[in-house]
C-alpha cells in the first residue's frame, strides 16, 4: 500500500521560512516525479513545485520561483519543499504528489497517481 506522509507544517510569521518532508513508502520511488500541490480555503489545488526522478532538475509555479527550492533523496524515498520568504498568500493546506507520467512542465492533478494527506502552513502578516 503506498503512503505518502508528509510533516514540517505549521505557522510562521511573514518573511520566515519552513521546510516540508514527504517520506513515501510501499512503490519504486525512483520511478516517480514528485511534487508539491497546495490548496487554499475554497480554491482550487494548484501545482506549486515538482522535482525530477533523479533529482536533477525542478520546475516552479510563477507564485513560488526564487523562493521555493524542492530536493529529494532517492535513498530515503524523500522529498523536501523548501519555502523561504513566505507571505500570507502561501497559507494552504500542502499536498506531496507522485507521478509516474507528468513531465516537469506538465503537472496537473489528474496526473498525480498518489497524493499525501496534506499539511497546513499558515502564514501570518
Known amino acids: 500500500q503506498v503512503q505518502l506522509v508528509e510533516s514540517g507544517g505549521g505557522l510562521v510569521q511573514a518573511g520566515g521560512s519552513l521546510r516540508l518532508s514527504c517520506a513515501a513508502s510501499g512503490l519504486s520511488f525512483s520511478a516517480y516525479a514528485m511534487g508539491w500541490f497546495r490548496q487554499a480555503p475554497g480554491k482550487e489545488r494548484d501545482f506549486v513545485a515538482a522535482?525530477?526522478?533523479?533529482?536533477?532538475?525542478?520546475y516552479f509555479a510563477d507564485s513560488v520561483k526564487g523562493r521555493f527550492t524542492i530536493s529529494r533523496d532517492n535513498a530515503k524515498k524523500s522529498v523536501y519543499l523548501q519555502m523561504n520568504s513566505l507571505k500570507p498568500e502561501d497559507t494552504a493546506v500542502y499536498y506531496c504528489?507522485?507521478?509516474?507520467?507528468?513531465?516537469?512542465?506538465?503537472?496537473?492533478?489528474?496526473?498525480?497517481?498518489?497524493w499525501g494527506q496534506g499539511t497546513q502552513v499558515t502564514v501570518s502578516s
Open positions: 522535482v525530477s526522478r533523479r533529482g536533477s532538475n525542478s
Open positions: 504528489a507522485a507521478s509516474l507520467t507528468a513531465g516537469l512542465g506538465t503537472w496537473t492533478a489528474s496526473n498525480v497517481n498518489y
